[in-house]
């Protein structure tokens, strides 16, 4: 599985919305994202561009255990 190297986090916003994050708050450089989609979930992401691919990944794994899905799973329903 490859992610994409060049994301903003404003296009990783809107490829969220697919599971239902909306935007809850903003403070500084950190924007936090809330699904009421299987229980309620929180992820924060900062706001870069581009994301670094770590953090990506880190939020991609947080998705992923809050949905009950792999990894691959949700990169590929995102991406």
């Keep these: 599985m490859r ?3 060049d994301i ?3 296009e ?3 490829l ?3 599971f239902g994050y909306q935007i809850s708050r903003q403070k500084g450089s950190h924007i936090r994202l809330t699904t009421t989609k299987q ?3 929180h992820i924060t992401i900062p706001n870069h561009d581009p ?3 770590g953090t990506l990944s880190s939020i991609i794994t947080d998705i992923a255990n809050h ?3 792999t990894k691959e799973e949700i990169a590929k329903e995102i991406f």
């Design 3 to 5: 992610l994409p190297r």
């Design 8 to 10: 903003s986090s404003t």
């Design 12 to 14: 990783l916003i809107k």
């Design 16 to 18: 969220l919305q697919k």
């Design 39 to 41: 229980g309620e979930h």
């Design 51 to 53: 994301i670094r691919l």
């Design 67 to 69: 949905f009950k899905k």
